[in-house]
């Protein structure tokens, strides 16, 4: 069974239709790419998978579970993380502790055991290493101590990426990683991408501009339009499709 | 393709001071650890240098101060603003003061009572609070503030109907022969901070102490990343006023007096403790206690000319808005990485540590 299975799902805001009818299924271990112009609902996508948008029909289904049940906080204890388009950081703490807090779900120590420090040294500690370790893995080791206030953006991306990894999530969202990042950039991230699944046995969800690196580590691709599924497909059936060349050279993007 | 910068952001969080830099391991930190201890030696040997009017001062500063701090843990690091914990102060004070006075406790026992009171109280504030923020949160916990006496007047009845309740002389006594009166009252007063302050700092640097700075900044990431944030909110409203139901209570033990005969008290109080946190320094540790000696050292020059007090104090806020937006406690870290920038010539890369954070973007969920 698919480890993320999308279901008519319709999203209205007002009288625009952001998702109308939206199905698809994300098979475990695999990249799945959601493209589409500007505007198509990718990331209203995201935030239904992240219960910030309520969807107004249509079920979500991850690991056998209801997704849309569930509060937003609920997400990450079941495996879901993602990463922002515009990113979400916290800019007052440092890179280190970013990361940290994307981890809140891998700690237990609640008020009062903070305080009294019973038993946080030893999960801090812990905590600490394993997310050194992850940005180390994402080549941001140098930056631990530093703000997250006033890096540069393409390093702020591969922060929240760091962040959404820290959670040990099943099923990984990714809004446009590749967004600020030069040509060189964006084929080193493809290939980061492809490792950091192997590695923390991931399933990817992508949305990207980038045709180039979405061709290149793609399982499968869904191209959306004014909120619906157009096509779906490998890499080189949908680079060929008639309706997907026409979506993109009919929509300034 | 895509336009992240059409969503710049929301407006900044209120009092979003940056923390620190997170103590990196830079090696011992020596000059901390000499400057800790001096400051320690300093504080336990002061009583003995001053007379007892003196020392009712230093208590004060210190029950202010931990107030203030209880107020900065909700404000400064969870970004709710109060302007009721007045009220809070006033359960406290009210609680330590109708055990002794009524019911003959002894009044060290009273602190934790008027804490957890306090607590409660908090709890019930914190809930709908979880449904308003900035300015609205800001009236109706003022509302607060001002409702407190009121209410008090209603249950509470002193001698000659007012509602003032004073312990006798005796029942906030040294219970050790060695120490004077107020040298006692100094050294617990001293215990007591130390120890909040202790357990402000183990929480502010920990797991949970990162999940309210994530609120307060991005409240959208933190639930993203499996934060409670209704759940952090109550807890931080319920901790804050513990803490400034504990500073009430000090004060009775303190000044020998709870009083809500004059009915705006409790609402000046709430806005001493944010003057202290403003300008002490929002969301730090040191902050809420400097801010609390300026304030007690402003009111003092002013006594007698009781309306020179809120000219000197805006003056202060004037000039911590505009020079030291982050408080005394972000201008001496500023001033500490300039001089360390010198003396270390280019070695170290420059701090970026902001006046406010909000150059990184934060998103509507988008
Ligand atoms: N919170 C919202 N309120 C109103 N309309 C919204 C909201 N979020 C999205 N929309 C609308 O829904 C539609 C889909 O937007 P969405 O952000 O999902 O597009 P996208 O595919 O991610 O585009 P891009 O490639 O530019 O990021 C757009 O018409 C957008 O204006
Ligand atoms: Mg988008």
């Known amino acids: 069974m698919a480890l993320l299975d999308v279901r008519d799902i319709e999203v209205r805001f007002g009288g625009v239709v952001a998702l109308d009818g939206l199905s698809f299924d994300v098979g475990a271990g695999e990249i799945c790419a959601l493209i589409g112009p500007n505007g198509a609902g990718k990331t209203t996508m995201f935030n239904v998978v992240s219960r910030l948008y309520e969807a107004q029909a249509g079920h979500v289904t991850f690991d056998g579970q209801d997704l849309l049940a569930l509060p937003p906080h609920q997400i990450s204890r079941i495996g879901v993380a993602r990463t922002f388009q515009n990113l979400a950081l916290f800019p007052a703490l440092s890179v280190l502790e970013n990361v940290m807090v994307g981890a809140h779900t891998e700690g237990k120590i609640g008020f009062l055991g903070s305080m009294l420090r019973i038993g946080s040294a030893k999960e801090e500690r812990r905590l600490r290493t394993e997310c050194r370790e992850i940005l180390e893995r994402m080549s941001l080791g140098h930056l631990a101590d530093r703000p997250a206030f006033g890096l540069p953006f393409g390093t702020l991306k591969r922060l929240e990426f760091a962040r959404a990894l820290a959670s040990r999530p099943k099923l990984l969202l990714l809004d446009e990683p590749a967004n600020g990042l030069t040509h060189g950039e964006v084929d080193e991230l493809g290939k980061t991408i492809k490792h950091i699944r192997d590695e923390f046995d991931l399933t990817i969800l992508l949305v990207e501009h980038h045709m180039s690196m979405v061709m290149s580590i793609s399982h499968q691709i869904v191209v959306m339009d004014f909120g619906r599924k157009i096509a779906e497909g490998t890499p080189d059936q949908v680079r060929d499709d008639p309706v997907v060349i026409e979506a993109y050279l009919g929509t300034p993007a | ?366």
């Open chain 2, 1 to 366: 393709m895509s336009d992240q910068s059409t969503n710049l952001p929301d407006t900044p969080p209120a009092f979003a001071a940056p923390t620190g830099p997170a103590a990196g391991p830079r090696g011992v930190p020596w000059l901390r650890i000499v400057f800790g201890v001096v400051v320690a030696a300093v504080a336990v040997a002061l009583p003995y240098f001053n007379d007892p009017a003196t020392n009712q001062i230093f208590c004060q500063v210190m029950y202010l101060a931990l107030a203030a701090m209880g107020l900065n843990l909700l404000t400064g690091y969870n970004g709710q603003i109060s302007l009721g914990h007045g009220a809070f102060f006033g359960i406290g004070a009210f609680t330590a003061a109708i055990l002794t006075v009524d019911h003959g406790w002894v009044i060290e026992a009273t602190f934790p009572i008027a804490a957890i009171l306090a607590a409660v109280v908090g709890v019930a504030v914190g809930f709908p609070a979880l449904r308003l923020k900035g300015l609205y949160l800001a009236l109706i916990t003022l509302g607060l503030a001002v409702l407190f006496p009121l209410v008090v007047k209603k249950f509470v009845e002193g001698p000659g109907g007012v509602p003032l309740l004073k312990p006798k002389r005796s029942q906030v006594g040294s219970m050790v022969d060695f120490w004077a009166d107020d040298i006692y009252r100094y050294y617990v007063c001293l215990g007591i901070l130390a120890v909040m302050f202790l357990l402000a700092w183990n929480l502010v640097r920990g797991r949970m102490g990162r999940a309210m700075i994530a609120v307060r900044d991005q409240e959208v990431a933190a639930s993203t990343v499996g934060i409670g944030v209704a759940n952090v909110k109550v807890w931080s409203f319920a901790l804050s006023a513990a803490y400034a139901g504990l500073a009430g209570a000090l004060s009775v033990y303190v000044d020998r007096t709870a009083d809500a005969s004059n009915p705006i008290i409790y609402f000046q109080r709430s806005i001493e403790f944010l003057i202290a946190v403003v300008i002490g320094g929002a969301a730090t540790i040191g902050g809420p206690l400097l801010g609390a000696m300026l304030l007690v050292a402003i009111r003092r020059r002013t006594e007698g000319t009781e309306a020179m007090a809120p000219a000197l104090l805006g003056g202060a806020l004037i000039i911590v808005v505009y020079v030291l937006p982050d408080g005394i406690v972000g201008g001496l870290r500023r001033a500490a990485a300039w001089f360390r920038g010198r003396t270390a010539g280019s070695a170290s890369p420059p701090d970026p540590s902001p006046a406010s954070p909000s150059a990184t973007p934060a998103p509507s969920p988008n």
